[in-house]
């Protein structure tokens, strides 16, 4: 009898499954199941209109990756439920939805099915931007001493701005809902029939820490006097620890997935954050980069540093022992779909299928053929905000220098490397602050299918970049938890550094930068340094004005 | 019988022949032809690959439009070569051509058709910047009092820049030419097989003017000794006033179009000046615009002022009695061409199709449902550089405001609203400086074609705008001048004021400005001013730069 760990990963667009082998980290069998609702950002299901900046998903989605991932991968590597010693999850995040007491969506009761704030609101809806200002400007003339922590600013992607925006604009849904639980949580609590809260995302999403709890009420009841007990009401859940075991599979979840009844299930977890273990990962000066639709950025230090703009700096965040750092960008293969699907001729489509290539394989096959500077073009990586290192969702794309012999690979190539230039400013803006980052480890999708996006990262950020092992590294980092929350007693590991030993990998690849290459790209990064902060830092706020008429004008039509 | 003039309108893709009633400006017929080498901007014909902002024509396309559209316009009208009482021409500039003694241009001569410098210069050939830049530097250095006239900048677009470029880049071939000759005057010289320089363009694009003539030798030396004589040795045809009759259509071509030999022929002029006559302008206060692919503007004064950034202020240019002033967008419908052409997804195309509309239809039909601002987008109309009021070819485009919604139409809006800020510009440019505008006459394909993007101009300018009567009116304003060359005597009119008040239209609708749009687009308008500024005026020289790095990159690649 073999001995396997489940990991169910749940991203942006899709959920997946990878079934593992917990001695080597071999993947037997993976399953995908497409998102039925997607993202939801013009309407609801039942066609009620959303406004600027939402961003919804559907519940009954997760529980369909459950029902449909799992057993696919139980049959298609014929592993027995008895041989899967444990299974974690990992989500996007913050990703929160509220719950009634026995965990039951708000969006699944009748009179909620029209109601926005009933669903599920995903990491990039940026609709609560405003609380979110508001509750930068509060926290700051208070002095509160753990904003530092999350760079001086708390981002309108977070739990509480989320949370304030129902309380503002839906009290009903705010009065019903017994908790606020992210979706990472709520799939634990579904699966094993035991609400928790995980002290990864308590702390970095909801302001949380290990010594201090959450802010005081005080602080709660300066946003608003009816928000003062926010956090005993709508955040009472215990908090658990990463690699904890919550519970066993119910019952009802065991029919629906195959899986035994009382296999054990580990804390829930952040995509990014879960990953580390999976590429070995166990300490600092290595930053590793989660690159799928956005980017995430983890990094550990065995001290605490102020540094501006992160998304959050948590203890025991990542790791147990270490002070976990997390940057992000918003938007990065998320650009170069857009480009794909809005600004890419019809030839474009048909010499790609004619080569036998998506779209993206072959607008890279000509971007590549590019040198640095060739196209002329020079981007900001901001088509959803910029999470780090300006924190501020209200800045948008920018693109310069195009003629009329502009063509679209190009424009993607400026897309590239604009989330790269965006990549280099965070590092930079670490190392600055006292985090030294010797190697760069990138996961995700990007990484694992685009040699070349790698290798123009190299060249921008000039550091040697090493890739995760698995094409699913997320999926398997969440299973290594699994394996953990088993612990040697039921056949798997007692300590996450056992566990990432045993099943992470990186690939054996290194993409090293290119010195011709790197030093015209020192010269863009110039340029683009100019701008982010002439866009960026207030000289010239004309895209917050823009999206402000937007929004006007928007908000005129609905009248 | 009848009495009708032949107008033959040379564009930058196509030259076009309409056929007039002289009474009444009444088209009894068009015929139209597409350049068969269209514009050369990647390689000649033979293969030889051109540089970066090279933009050629092929001399023949121009003799096969006079041979294919001519008879087509008798044959459709009806109407006899006897009853056609004058021809007049105008084309694109500047667009000059070297040529032997009798005319033949360089590029018909074997050995030098794989010689980019034998070809046509298109207007919009932008490779002689270098020289133009240098031209500038030495004429302010200088103290030169010509340059004043043009707007304190001579562009790389005219003539000495572009035949100083061949003197350095080309010696054989400025060796060889015996006369570097505007294309319109090249043609008439076909025509008639009498050669001409038109005072027009030797005034707005050779620094000509007729009380002062050409600039003096020792300013061409102080560019280049080898240049000392420039104007002598190469630009020593006779000049010729506007509406003169230059000789009558030789043997050769009368067989050719089917007019009868003998046929007046009216001196050459630019599609632009040409143009004032065709919608019944005779004095001050009235700009017209001929909004095709660029932008011209025309704009008399009974006074000369210093304004800067135009294209030039020539007495007698236009019409005999005022200044003549013309300023330029170089890039308006190629915007919304290019965005067609490299930036609309395939699922447009397909709906415009279902609809049975063209593309630009379609996403205008979309585009005219947005309020402004509801796009969130800025864009500076650069695509093909700036010719008002900033004189620079090396600057590019840029936009911004994108987000992951937004969508080809959006940009498509912005685009458009992107050239009106343009023309804002100008004209609040020539308000400054002393040249008052009380009605904007607009002409040219966008003004014929799309009543959504002059209501657009209407609600940015703040200005009522009319549209030219003609669908043809550049070709009708030729035919104007064609007959003002038969005179009186011979059929025609003895004055241009007297033949433009008998064939010069408008049509009967006016454009007014909406106050409500108009409010928000002055807001629009402020951010598109303080971009201009930042990105134009020197503060960020970025466009430079990376246009410097993308000559840089391809320069590198050939080596």
């Known amino acids: 009898m073999g001995k396997y760990a489940i990991g169910v990963d749940f991203g942006t667009l899709s959920g997946r499954t990878v079934l593992v082998d917990i001695a080597n980290g071999a993947e037997l069998a993976t399953s995908i199941l497409d998102y039925p609702h997607g993202v939801m950002s013009d309407a609801l299901p039942g066609g009620r209109t959303l406004g600027v900046d939402w961003a919804l998903q559907h519940p009954q989605d997760y529980l369909d990756v459950l029902e449909s991932t799992v057993p696919e991968a139980l049959r298609s590597s014929g592993v027995k439920p008895e041989e899967i010693v444990g299974v974690g999850i990992d989500f996007t995040a913050c990703t929160p939805l509220p719950v009634t007491e026995d965990g039951t969506p708000l969006c699944f009761l009748e009179e909620f099915e029209d109601e926005p704030h009933a669903y599920v609101k995903l990491w990039k809806h940026h609709a609560a931007q ?15 001493p753990w904003l530092a922590r999350y760079g001086g600013k708390i981002s309108s992607e977070w739990l509480i701005p989320k949370i304030w925006q129902i309380f503002a604009e839906a009290p009903e849904i705010y009065a019903r809902m017994a908790h606020f639980v992210e979706c990472a949580d709520w799939v634990v609590w579904m699966l094993t029939g035991a609400p928790s809260r995980n002290a990864c995302l308590a702390g970095y999403k909801a302001m949380w820490s290990k010594r201090e709890g959450y802010p005081p009420s005080d602080f709660f009841e300066a946003l608003d006097p009816g928000l003062r007990d926010v956090t005993r009401q709508k955040l009472s859940i215990p908090i658990r620890t990463q690699g904890e075991c919550v519970g066993g599979i119910c019952p009802e979840m065991a029919r629906r997935t195959g899986l035994n009844a009382g296999t054990p299930v580990a804390t829930g977890n952040v995509d990014a954050h879960v990953s580390v273990a999976g590429v070995g990962i166990t300490g600092p000066g290595k930053m590793l980069a989660i690159m799928g639709t956005s980017t995430c950025h983890m990094l550990m230090s065995e001290r605490e540093h102020d540094v501006p703009g992160i998304c959050g700096c948590v203890e025991d965040g990542i790791l147990p022992g270490f002070f976990g750092y997390e940057a992000g960008q918003p938007c990065v293969g998320d650009h170069f779909a857009w480009l794909a699907h809005n600004a890419v001729p019809e030839r474009y489509f048909a010499e790609a299928a004619q080569a036998g290539l998506d779209i993206h394989a072959y607008l890279q096959r000509l ?4 040198e640095p500077g060739e196209s002329g073009l020079l981007a900001l990586d901001w088509w959803n905000g910029n999470r780090s290192v300006l924190v501020d969702a209200d800045l948008t794309g920018m693109m310069l220098g195009m003629t009329l012999q502009t063509k679209a690979e190009e424009m993607y190539r400026a897309l590239v490397e604009a989330t790269a230039y965006g990549t280099r400013m965070i590092i930079e803006n670490f190392e600055t602050h006292g985090v030294p980052i010797e190697q760069f480890i990138a996961a995700g999708g990007i990484a694992d299918k685009s040699p070349w ?3 123009v990262y190299a060249d921008v950020i000039r550091k040697p970049i090493r890739i995760s092992g698995s094409a699913h590294g997320t999926a398997l980092s969440a299973a290594v938890f699994g394996a953990v929350a088993a612990g ?30 790197a030093a015209v790209y020192d010269a863009l990064y110039a340029e683009f340094k100019a701008l982010h902060d002439y866009f960026g830092r207030g000289v010239n706020d004309v895209m917050k004005r823009l999206k402000q008429m937007r929004i006007h004008a928007l908000s005129s039509r609905e009248r």
């Open 367 to 370: 971007a590549e053929k590019l």
């Open 453 to 455: 996006a790698m290798q």
């Open 488 to 517: 040697a007693r039921r056949g798997g590991f007692d300590s996450i550094a056992e566990a990432a030993a045993a099943m992470g990998k990186l690939r054996d690849v290194e993409y090293s930068p290119d010195p011709a290459r």
């Open 130 to 144: 405003p609380y979110a200002n508001r509750l930068n400007e509060i926290a700051a003339a208070r002095g509160e």
